[in-house]
């Protein structure tokens, strides 16, 4: 009885270990999709970011060249295009 015993024992084991093995593996995969995952979003934030920058400096230089074109005016320096 105690050599059956053992050997069921030892059977348990080895499922338990196979089902720890299986659930580690499923996990891994789990984890390696996360971080495809995370890495394509971060690669589109970061591309979503330089196109805000663009938009801004973008922005910015025509609020500077706007400010020019207005003390130009004011000062008669203006020439019109026609």
Do not use: C, P, W
Request: glycine residues 4%.
């Amino acid at each position: 009885m105690a050599i059956s015993t053992v050997e069921e024992l030892k059977l348990e084991l080895e499922k338990s270990n196979n089902e720890i093995n299986i659930i580690k593996s499923k996990y891994e995969i789990q984890v390696s999709e996360l971080r495809k995952e995370v890495s394509y979003l971060k690669e589109q934030l970061m591309a979503q970011q330089d196109m805000l920058k663009m938009a801004v400096d973008y922005a910015d230089k025509l609020g500077k060249e706007l400010k020019g074109l207005k003390k130009r005016i004011d000062s008669g320096n203006f020439q019109s295009i026609h």
